[in-house]
């Protein structure tokens, strides 16, 4: 049987080929389940807290609808005025609370570094749900994991990276994600103000993975098999006039799309906000609703490899 090894889901760096692959077959096995109906008590008497200090839709409510869909309970701070860290109780005096009263914790925090420091403060496990503008490593793995589903392979595949690069953590996280497998290229699309930060190009320089960065879409499209769009990360702008300059520079329609592979795979982790015209929706292979759907199987996965399978018990009991 197969051991996740780590305590915490903290940066999507931490993760080798051989863990993913592991992983989304208990994802798989996680998406039979609910696909079949079947009731599942595998984290019955389990707590989890939910920590939003920013706003969230899909990571929040997947996490705690996996918890439930696994015959758990959740405790949630669903807004963080609500909470002591807005009276300046610090993050690791917050965890160690948290962590009394519950399982396992799911953080999401405006600061980078944030889940790394709750996760070091206690001893049960702790998942990054987004720290800051660094990292998302759970939306990568559901974006790994729909890619998987869409493309029927991890390796030898072309992505284009469109949007806030600079801001946008999920961006972040999945390419240090994809570039685990063989043959891997990257396409940066991005105002020059937005461009790809520099810890990222100089991991994928280390590992001679090959990547191109322009400003122009339709170059930029050309050879990918999967787009992956992002909203412009309007709360980590210092300038808002900068984001009124930059906000409507990239605006995937029918049009930009006919320069592109015609099965090409179109991502958005979401909330979209203009960035992808509705036309696009009807396209048979615009996988952004499946890709949200896949978070709540990736997170009941992830659920139960760190409060199960770090016990010992087999995956069979399911
Ligand atoms: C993303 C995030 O929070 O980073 N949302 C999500 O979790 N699906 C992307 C975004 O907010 O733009």
Not at 81 to 100: F, M, P, Q, R, V
Not at 126 to 148: E, F, K, W
């Amino acid at each position: 049987m197969y051991k996740f090894p780590y305590k915490d889901i903290i940066s999507t760096k931490q993760f080798t080929r051989n863990d993913l692959e592991n992983f989304f077959k208990i994802a798989k096995e996680m998406e039979n389940l609910v696909k079949t109906g079947e009731i599942s008590d595998l984290l019955k008497g389990k707590i989890m807290a939910s920590l939003f200090y920013e706003p969230s839709t899909r990571t929040r409510l997947s996490f705690e609808s996996a918890m439930m869909r696994l015959g758990g309970r959740v405790i949630s701070v669903a807004d963080g005025t609500n909470s002591s860290l807005s009276k300046g109780e610090s993050l690791e005096d917050n965890a160690k609370i948290n962590s009394i009263y519950s399982d396992i914790s799911v953080i999401r925090h405006p600061e980078v570094g944030s889940a790394e420091r709750t996760a070091k403060a206690v001893t049960k496990p702790v998942i990054n749900a987004g720290d800051g503008a660094n990292q998302h490593p759970t939306q990568s793995l559901l974006d790994v994991y729909t890619i998987l589903k869409e493309n029927k392979r991890l390796d030898n595949l072309n992505i284009a990276i469109v949007g806030d690069l600079k801001y946008g953590r999920t961006t972040h996280s999945l390419v240090y994600l994809m570039g685990l497998f063989d043959n891997i290229s990257f396409s940066f699309i991005s105002p020059k103000e937005l461009k790809m930060p520099e810890k990222v190009t100089s991991f994928l320089k280390e590992k001679n993975i090959s990547f191109t960065e322009t400003e122009n879409y339709i170059e930029g499209i050309k050879n990918a098999d999967v787009l992956y769009v992002t909203r412009l990360q309007k709360e980590r702008f210092t300038d808002l006039s900068e984001y009124e300059k930059l906000k409507n520079r990239f605006i995937l329609n029918l049009e930009i799309l006919k320069n592109a592979k015609t099965d090409i795979t179109i991502m958005h982790p979401l909330p979209r906000v203009n960035e992808v015209n509705l036309e696009v929706d009807k396209l048979p292979n615009a996988a952004f609703f499946r890709q949200a759907e896949n978070g709540l199987y990736v997170r009941m996965a992830l659920l139960h490899i760190l409060l199960n399978l770090s016990e010992g018990k087999s995956f069979s009991s399911l």
